[in-house]
């Protein structure tokens, strides 16, 4: 579902994959390749959000107001990210909270079920796990930081083939 708020229309680039049952609502910008999976919540009434270029929010997530996705970056099933930035080519696993005035730097992981409390400068090419999520270690060429490759192809392989049943 994608619906308009106070005159605040989402924009959303024709490359872009959005699912059925994906929320968007408001102040939102979803550009060129980014997909957003089934259940995902962009809600966009209180601030904007923008999902740079090739980035994908899998399924369940939750963002609101206030939030940048970047290029390449992926966010996990059930993860939620509120008023934060997320780096180029990072990842906020499964099922981490990424709350407001936070920066998330490029090429970091955010370990599943991590908790960044609020304005923590998470460094790039590092792993931080926990809750208060701490950084554990640095990361190079980690198979996660391309993982938006991956949803690119795949958004397209759904909109081929995929067909509402009922």
Same mark, same amino acid.
């Given at each position: 579902m994608i619906r308009s708020?106070? %005159?605040?229309?989402? =924009? /959303?680039?024709?490359s872009a994959r959005v699912d059925e049952s994906a &929320? &968007? /609502?408001g102040d939102v910008t979803i550009e060129a390749d980014a997909s957003v999976w089934p259940g995902t919540v962009l809600r966009g009434d209180e601030g904007e959000i923008v999902l740079r270029e090739g980035c994908n929010v899998q399924d369940n997530a939750t963002l609101h107001e206030g939030t940048e996705i970047g290029p390449y970056a992926t966010v %996990? @099933?059930?993860a939620i990210v509120h008023s934060a930035t997320v780096g180029r080519r990072s990842m906020v696993g499964m099922g981490a909270i990424v709350l407001d005035g936070s920066t998330i730097g490029? =090429? +970091?992981l955010v370990g599943a079920n991590s908790v &960044? !409390?609020?304005d923590t400068d998470v460094p790039? +090419? !590092?792993l931080v796990v926990g809750s208060p999520a701490k950084v554990v270690k640095e990361v190079e060429d980690s198979p996660w930081t391309s993982a938006s490759? @991956?949803?690119i192809e795949l958004a397209k392989r759904h909109d081929e083939t995929s067909e509402l049943i009922r």
């Open positions: 708020f106070e %005159g605040m229309t989402p =924009e /959303i680039a024709e &929320v &968007v /609502i %996990g @099933h059930n490029a =090429e +970091s &960044v !409390v609020e790039e +090419s !590092v490759d @991956h949803y």
